[in-house]
């Protein structure tokens, strides 16, 4: 759509900024990246997401979208003739849904008790986490993508994740690849796409980050 | 339709249940339903048709299950387009969208804090209930429903969650209607529909239910 203005409030380290990225990649819309420093929290971005003061959001032609998932399924409709992520029938939309609202419920947090506890609790973590890789897998099945044939919205909800396996996978010791290696094999086909490889931040970067993180934090 | 062609999984206190009979009710489309008890032995059924979090509700269309109810209703919604829960433009879908999401997040645990806690606890559970309805009177504004002349989609998705409220009011001992009138006047508002009137448990009975809910906790 000519004289579109559309912005991205994120931060470079956040995998749901990354979603927001990769769907407007794919759909070839041009946007304006503004990193948001969440310990100064700009007066612009305090005004577009009040409730939540989150990032990231959406700014379409001056209007507000939040939460990654819902700004995903916006630019869908939005620019619906290009790479549609989500599927036409409605049962199929009802599953991506499902598996896309699964990995908002689990992998963030799992994730981070990874890299922010310790002994028993890291390990139950690492478990856990585990244990979710192998479920998506299990969704996945033989599909190239868990849209099918085409890369589509539980891809986006996901692969964004990926960058941040280094930071995992060092902090607990284990090996995705090891564990779950269709995964990483859907990974990997994911980040050959311009629209992800361009949008994910650089895993080393994420690590260094996380351990600035914990100092600030003051864990060990 | 014939009615076997859809099969809700239900438990009779459940607001997340109370939504998609709600929603089934404002299409027209007849149904049946099946109380499974979550306590005692859960059917073979449910087990397999919602194997990741084993909870209801589950809509079962032509056999095939949907899990998760916000997810259902919007299932519902697109399936049965008449008459339409969600607005047209992608952009009030997405307002829309965000404030189910709100609820979903937050509404149901901040009631459970209050009849789950005593004292201090109880009396920052009750702010952040109230603090949760004054954002949701922002997000009606001066509307009748929440998507604008009609009731909708965020309508559905808040409106059995009230029904709770009796109890939270007993346990916290406030009302509702002295601290968000507004929202007050939209549960009523919403209350004289059929569909709402018929589906939603008498709050009374929610009350002896969460009473006893207290006991099995240990709390008096």
């Known amino acids: ?220 | 339709m014939a009615k076997e062609d859809v099969l809700l999984l239900d438990f009779w206190v459940s607001p997340f249940c109370s939504r998609v009979k709600i929603a089934l009710a404002e299409k027209g489309v007849a149904y049946q339903q099946r109380g499974e008890d979550i306590f005692g032995g859960k059917s073979e059924l449910f087990l397999k048709s919602n194997p990741i979090y084993q909870k209801v509700p589950v809509l079962l269309h032509d056999g095939k299950p949907m899990c998760e109810s916000t997810n259902i209703v919007q299932y519902i919604d697109e399936t049965w387009p008449s008459p339409p829960l969600l607005p047209s433009s992608a952009y009030d879908r997405a307002r829309a969208r965000f404030w189910a999401d709100f609820i979903d997040k937050k509404l149901f645990d901040a009631g459970g804090n209050i009849w789950k806690t005593k004292g201090e606890d109880q009396a920052a559970a009750k702010k952040e209930l109230i603090q949760i309805l004054k954002y949701l009177e922002g997000g009606l504004g001066d509307k009748d429903y929440f998507g604008g002349d009609s009731f909708g989609f965020v309508d559905i998705i808040a409106i059995p969650l009230t029904n709770w409220f009796f109890a939270y009011e007993k346990f916290g001992n406030f009302k509702v209607e002295e601290e968000c009138p507004k929202f007050a006047a939209w549960t009523k508002r919403c209350l004289g529909r059929e569909s709402v009137a018929k589906t939603l448990p008498d709050p009374q009975q929610v009350f002896e239910f969460v009473s006893m809910m207290r006991k099995m906790h240990g709390i008096e």
């Open chain 1, 1 to 220: 759509m000519a004289g579109d203005k559309v912005v991205v409030l994120g931060t470079y380290v956040s995998m749901f900024s990354m979603r927001a990225q990769v769907a407007l990649n794919e759909k070839g819309i041009e946007y304006e990246k503004k990193e948001e420093d969440l310990a100064n929290k700009s007066p612009l971005f305090l005004e577009m997401n009040p409730v939540h003061k989150k990032i990231p959001v959406l700014i379409h032609n001056g209007k507000p979208v939040c939460e990654s998932l819902i700004i995903v399924q916006y630019i869908d409709e939005v620019w619906h003739d290009k790479n549609p992520l989500l599927p036409s029938d409605p049962y199929q939309r009802a599953q991506a849904r499902f598996w896309a609202d699964f990995v908002d419920k689990k992998v963030y947090d799992c994730g981070r008790r990874i890299w922010a506890t310790k002994g028993e609790e890291k390990e139950a973590a690492k478990k856990e986490f585990i244990g979710i890789m192998k479920t998506l897998e299990g969704e996945l099945g033989n599909k190239p993508y868990f849209g099918g044939e085409d890369f589509g919205y539980v891809d986006v909800a996901l692969i964004p994740f990926y960058c941040w396996f280094h930071a995992y996978e060092n902090f607990g010791n284990f090996k995705t690849e090891t564990e779950c290696p269709k995964l990483v094999e859907w990974a990997k086909r994911c980040m050959q796409r311009e629209s992800v490889s361009k949008s994910l931040a650089d895993p080393h970067k994420i690590y260094e980050f996380v351990v600035s993180l914990k100092k600030k934090l003051g864990i060990e």
